[in-house]
């Protein structure tokens, strides 16, 4: 970033002591813990006791099958709910920017999901989801659709999970659009009229000029898909067997099971994992962004 | 002089024992939200409470299955466990560290009541911290007999039987065997239930187990639980949904006939006499058969117990232990029995089962008068692997085999042991 200098001049305008309040929070509930986790992932941990054990627990945890698969779903789980929600996002922000008469209220009506708790949701869903007697396939039954076994199928599980987080996702992308695509001048939709095709207004004026927008919304969703835990845990607890385990389950699990320090290096891996995949998209994007 | 000050001394000791009595005190008391742990806990708060109307005790209800065993051991870890809490006897309460967190009762009168051979599954360290809250249980196979009735089917001695049961049911057009894999902790009973089996075929397993010397996966005799898990999902044993079905819905096909074998421990029939009360008399229990028609015999489960945390002290205490006596005395027993239709043999002293137990508690009975019967893994061992409900599941919904179930049921065993600290696993 070349606009380092105007960060610095405001740095100095301020006192250091004035940044102690803030840095004592930060230091006491975030590093603090942190380096105590990455301390607590070396050991045994009773709670009561721990040993030190070195790299055991992310031996354990690199080669148990489950727990890999547990990783493998978190990526499948991450690339899904962000890939739908852009491709899905883009074309609704699109009509909900266009002269539409009821704008406003299918605005209201497309944001409401993401007002609703996730937990609630995941039960509602769960019931809806139910095989024989759930609505969805109540209705698909009597359509003549086959009825899937949306939760209890272990090929079928975490998809399902994907798209009831997609559902709720898709309110907040679509806001993000909404902003992106407002914020681009008028004058470059005047010139795309002048090419008279509403593609040439997609291809050419909002997808490039939105590019900051569809960043934003694959990185938030992505990092959103890497450590989602409420939707899974409500709708079939990693369930059926491991089919839909993701990282933050399995953690969660060897949490209950007692396996204290197991757990906390399964979040010191998630932690590695998040920033080794974000760090280098966030990079891409802020340069594709100067480029601009 | 001397008798004032002796006067003045006992005024005293009535004054304050009078107060001690007097005090309200408060207990609360966490049990698991079946509905048999629930009433059996109000059953003996309320009988309690009748006789001591100072005291009052609050019911408060956590989750089951591994939901469950976090709760405790979180708010034993942090201090926060209520005054009395109802958890499981044997390997689960290993997991809790007892003796640094729960109050040691073997110096306690009451223990005198308690059957001996229930003890080692409440100790640690030489120290005793529970007792016995309910009946013993068998595991094993709940079945209809109305439907046994119907095709003519003998109750099996040997998993040979068994299949050919099944296939005639199946053929009759009904589901043989009840899964309810949405609550997992249901999916381990084949595996579970089997260890009576698995002692007579090789006898001592569970010391053997314990000191890292024998494996699920290179133990023909255990490795059969999990074959049979993968054996039902193949033969297409389960009922439709079977993958979301939860306990208490299995329950009502149980009784209502749309299922006709329920691999499960006897408590289920409590609930099935409460919510079904004219199906209960149908439904009967038999051992899972093993290999040998000789030697067939249930595996038995130890009742769950009452104990005390560190964390109670004072007046709240000495009410608690003088519960916890309450709990284990022959009017603790009746005060569950006219509540709760007992599901097997009490392990108080003295107690009696009433006339009219349930056919398949008097199934499981005419096991364990015979002596065919022997205790689950979990009462003789510390280590029990917290995964074993989610393997059983994978196994039981088709996405593991067996072997692979057993071999990774070993690495958690593994785990398990290695956080308990045991000998023998570093």
């Known amino acids: ?25 930060f230091g006491v509930f975030f590093v603090v813990p942190t380096m ?5 992932s070396l050991t045994r941990w009773t709670l009561f006791d721990a040993t030190f054990i070195g790299l055991d627990n992310y031996e354990r945890f690199l080669n148990d099958p489950q727990l890999m698969a547990g990783l493998r779903n978190t990526f499948i789980y991450a690339v899904i709910t962000s890939g739908l929600k852009v491709i899905i996002s883009l074309p609704l922000a699109m009509l909900l920017t266009s002269s539409l008469r009821l704008k406003g209220l299918l605005r209201g009506i497309i944001f409401f999901p993401v007002l609703v708790s996730t937990v609630a949701v995941g039960i509602t869903f769960a019931s809806l989801m139910q095989p024989s007697v759930g609505l969805i396939n109540t209705v698909l039954g009597a359509l003549g659709l086959p009825r899937p076994d949306w939760l209890g199928n272990p090929g079928l599980a975490l998809y399902s999970v994907a798209l009831v987080d997609v559902w709720k996702g898709i309110g907040i992308a679509t806001v993000i659009f909404i902003a992106g695509i407002l914020s681009i001048p008028l004058d470059f939709f005047e010139a795309a009229r002048l090419e008279g095709e509403t593609w040439v207004k997609f291809r050419y004026v909002i997808l490039p000029l939105a590019r900051n927008a569809t960043f934003t919304v694959i990185l938030l969703s992505f990092i959103g898909g890497l450590r989602t835990f409420d939707l899974i845990w409500t709708m079939t607890r990693g369930g059926p ?31 590695i994992l998040v920033t080794i995949i974000v760090y280098p998209l966030m990079r891409f994007f802020n340069r594709a962004e100067l480029e601009l | 002089m001397i008798r004032k000050f002796l006067f003045l001394l006992l005024l005293l000791v009535l004054e304050t024992s009078v107060a001690a009595a007097q005090d309200a005190v408060t207990l609360t008391y966490l049990v698991d939200d079946t509905q048999n742990s629930q009433d059996t806990a ?104 109305n439907i046994y009735e119907e095709l003519g089917l003998s109750v099996p001695l040997t998993w ?31 595996v579970l239930a089997d260890y009576y089996n698995v002692e007579q075929a090789v006898p001592g397993f569970a010391d053997a187990y314990t000191a890292n010397e024998a494996k699920y996966a290179t133990t023909p005799a255990a490795l059969a639980g999990f074959t049979y898990l993968q054996e039902g999902y193949e033969q297409g044993w389960w009922q439709p949904d079977y993958a979301t079905t939860r306990f208490e819905q299995g329950l009502a096909l149980l009784a209502n006939g749309e299922v006709a074998h329920y691999p499960m421990l006897t408590f289920a029939l409590s609930t099935i006499a409460a919510n079904f009360p004219d199906q209960v008399n149908d439904i009967g229990f038999f051992a899972q058969p093993g290999t040998d028609a000789e030697a067939n015999g249930a595996t038995i ?17 000495e009410v608690a232990l003088d519960f916890l006596g309450f709990i284990a005395s022959v009017e603790g027993v009746d005060a569950i029995t006219a509540a709760v239709a007992p599901n097997g043999p009490y392990l108080i002293v003295g107690s009696t089962l009433p006339d009219t137990v349930l056919p398949a508690v008097q199934d499981l009975a005419a096991y364990i008068d015979s002596g065919n019967s022997y205790p689950a893994l979990e009462f003789l061992s510390p280590i029990k692997g917290p995964n074993l409900e989610q393997i059983c599941v994978a196994v039981g919904t088709g996405q593991m085999s067996a072997e692979e179930a057993a071999a990774s049921y070993d690495l958690d065993v593994e785990r398990q042991a290695q956080q308990l600290g045991l000998p023998g696993w570093d």
């Open chain 2, 42 to 145: 109000q059953a003996l708060a309320d009988a309690y409470m009748a006789e001591h109307p100072n005291v009052t005790i609050t019911i408060e209800t956590r989750p089951g299955g591994t939901e469950g065993d976090n709760i405790v051991k979180t708010r034993l870890a942090t201090g926060d466990m209520t005054d009395i809490f109802f958890y499981n006897s044997g390997s689960l309460l290993q997991a809790l560290n007892p003796a640094q967190t729960l109050v040691d009762l073997s110096d306690q009168p009451f223990i005198e009541n308690i059957v001996e051979s229930f003890l080692p599954t409440v100790s640690q360290d030489g120290q005793i911290f529970g007792v016995p809250t309910g009946t013993a249980m068998g595991g094993g196979i709940l079945y209809n007999r």
């Open chain 2, 301 to 317: 489960w130890m009742p769950a117990a009452t104990y005390i945390p560190q964390t109670t002290q004072g007046a709240k205490l």
């Open chain 1, 241 to 271: 067997g491991f089919a839909s385990d993701v990282l933050t389950s399995v953690i969660y699990k060897q949490y209950q099971a007692g396996f204290y320090g197991l757990s906390v290096a399964g979040n010191v891996v998630l932690f």
């Open chain 1, 1 to 25: 970033m070349k606009s380092n200098s105007r960060p610095r001049t405001i740095l100095r305008t301020y006192p250091y002591w004035f940044y102690l309040p803030a840095a004592l929070v």
């Open chain 1, 36 to 40: 105590l986790a990455f301390y607590f």
């Open chain 2, 160 to 190: 040979a039987e068994f299949e050919a049961n099944n296939a005639a049911i199946l053929e009759a057009g009904i589901p043989p065997v009840l899964a309810t894999f949405g609550d997992t902790w249901t999916s381990q009973l084949f």
